[in-house]
């Protein structure tokens, strides 16, 4: 079984959670990691450091809607996103624009759906 360290998510993971939780003061929240591996042993300890449950070795149903497809308001391209894309959470998807889930890339791009581009800032000179 492979194993990895990953840190990385676990720190983006917490500070999600830290902020949802500063903007929810109310809400109790609980961050989960599902991972379909075997954590390394320095990722398990991240995780319980920062009070984050793992779910290792979990077993994806392949044929769950994760992709999200969404219409740009600014030109209305249709784009669709891939779990860990980079605005992949902050993509809402809103079916009364025609947005909607989707289980396959097959599927998405057969209705005329491209990847969406990764985002670049502007930098400044």
Do not use: W
């Amino acid at each position: 079984m492979k194993k990895i360290g990953a840190v990385p998510i676990y720190l983006y993971l917490s500070g999600t959670v830290f902020q949802y939780k500063d903007e929810n003061p109310d809400k109790k929240v609980q961050a989960i990691f599902y991972t379909s591996t075997q954590l390394s042993d320095l990722a398990r300890r991240f995780a319980k450091e920062l009070k984050i449950d793992l779910k290792e070795n979990f077993k994806m149903n392949k044929e769950y809607a994760a992709i999200k497809c969404n219409i740009s308001r600014v030109d209305d391209s249709k784009i669709y996103h891939l779990p860990f894309d980079q605005q992949y959470d902050k993509t809402k998807i809103e079916k009364s624009r025609g947005e909607f889930y989707c289980a396959t890339v097959k599927e998405v791009e057969g209705v005329g759906f491209r990847r969406a581009f990764r985002y670049r800032p502007n930098k400044e000179k």
